[in-house]
């Protein structure tokens, strides 16, 4: 099974808009991590926000926040005033941990990810 | 702050060549990551390292795969024989303490987008 689902394969968004893209996760732990990165045509992963599965209040980083609704196992990344520059690839991630030599660790699973097209 | 380096940016090889990766993290982080990005497609953790050894290398395909981090510091990936199903873009990562701590981010390089013909 997916543990990290991303349906939208492809949004589109008029410039100054808001856009929201979706994520839907999957895991039995109780402490986890979800976080959103950008990938832009030059290849490079842009780490944009995080939020912890115990976090009570939404993540917020400038134009961008996190709508987490944990009952329903889902992590949408919310971009507000949309600009031209933020045409990229946006990964949904969860981090939950593993166990190795005795010592706990993170491990990132990535979604399939969401082509976002600004059009001015 | 210097980000994670890698090189080369660019490779093309054809199949049965070897090919060697190289990344130097951030200056400082314990746990280094390589992933595997195939078009379309999200990464794919293929090895970890917490300082030089190696904590997660379950989706590592060994038979032709390999990876080091000798000093605990920079790390070479290679690929001996290279398959077609091979070309992809290898990432890599770096984290500061790479333990189970909520809130660990990993920040990328630029990858190395290797072509297989």
């Known amino acids: 099974a997916q543990k990290i689902t991303q349906t939208q394969p492809g949004m589109f968004v008029q410039e100054k808009e808001a856009v929201t893209l979706d994520c839907t996760y999957d895991?039995?732990?109780?402490?986890?991590?979800l976080f959103w990165y950008k990938q832009p045509s030059s290849g490079e992963m842009i780490f944009l926000i995080y939020?912890?599965?115990?976090?009570?209040q939404n993540a917020t980083e400038g134009r961008y926040s996190l709508n987490f609704q944990k009952a329903r196992k889902s992590a949408n990344l919310v971009i507000s005033a949309s600009q031209l520059g933020d045409s990229a690839m946006y990964f949904c991630a969860m981090r939950e941990s593993f166990n190795a030599g005795g010592t706990s660790y993170g491990k990132l699973t990535f979604g399939q990810g969401t082509i976002l097209t600004v059009h001015p | 702050e210097a980000g994670v380096a890698q090189s080369p940016r660019y490779k093309i090889i054809e199949k049965r060549q070897s090919v060697a990766f190289w990344c130097n993290p951030i200056s400082g982080h314990a746990t280094l990551y390589w992933y595997q990005q195939i078009l379309g497609q999200g990464p794919k953790l293929l090895i970890q390292?917490?300082?030089?050894?190696?904590?997660?290398d379950s989706q590592l395909p060994k038979d032709r795969f390999s990876a080091e981090r000798l000093k605990g510091v920079d790390s070479t990936l290679k690929i001996q024989p290279a398959k077609l199903e091979d070309s992809a873009v290898y990432l890599c990562a770096s984290s500061l303490v790479g333990a189970d701590y909520p809130g660990e981010t990993q920040y990328f390089g630029p990858g190395t987008r290797l072509l297989v013909l």
């Open positions: 895991t039995s732990d109780q402490s986890y991590g």
């Open positions: 390292f917490q300082n030089n050894g190696v904590v997660d």
């Open positions: 939020q912890g599965s115990y976090d009570e």
